[in-house]
């Protein structure tokens, strides 16, 4: 299996972690619901992008530039939002972690695939 295909699978796995732990925090869903969104936009993208991996598509870059930039966005808003106390405070520290990472992976992803 390719580099770039693991890439990949590893960010829908992240979009699917990110959807679980939007639906276990019901307070964080109602308070970013533009989050949500994006998280469901995030798992159709990806999940796109894997089953292109198996078929030819010349606008994968576009894809994966657009991915990155709306999971750094998210990240922000979600570190935004940050409530001052409570239990709440790590889920918002894992689920901005996990946003920047994604958005990381996608713009490698995206590298690779202009140097291709």
Do not use: H
């Not at 992240?14 to 869903?29: G, K, N, P, R």
């Not at 940050?82 to 709440?88: K, M």
Request: charged share 10%; aromatic share 14%.
């Amino acid at each position: 299996m390719e580099l770039k295909t693991i890439f990949r699978i590893v960010e829908l796995v992240i979009c699917v972690v990110l959807l679980v732990l939007w639906y276990a925090l019901s307070a964080y869903a109602s308070r970013v619901m533009i989050v949500c969104g994006t998280i469901f936009g995030f798992t159709i993208i990806t999940a796109v992008l894997v089953a292109l991996e198996f078929m030819e598509f010349n606008q994968v870059a576009v894809f994966l530039i657009i991915g990155a930039i709306l999971s750094l966005i998210c990240g922000g808003l979600t570190i935004a939002y940050l409530p001052e106390y409570g239990d709440g405070r790590l889920t918002y520290f894992i689920a901005t972690g996990l946003f920047i990472a994604n958005g990381v992976i996608f713009l490698i992803d995206f590298i690779m695939e202009l140097k291709k």
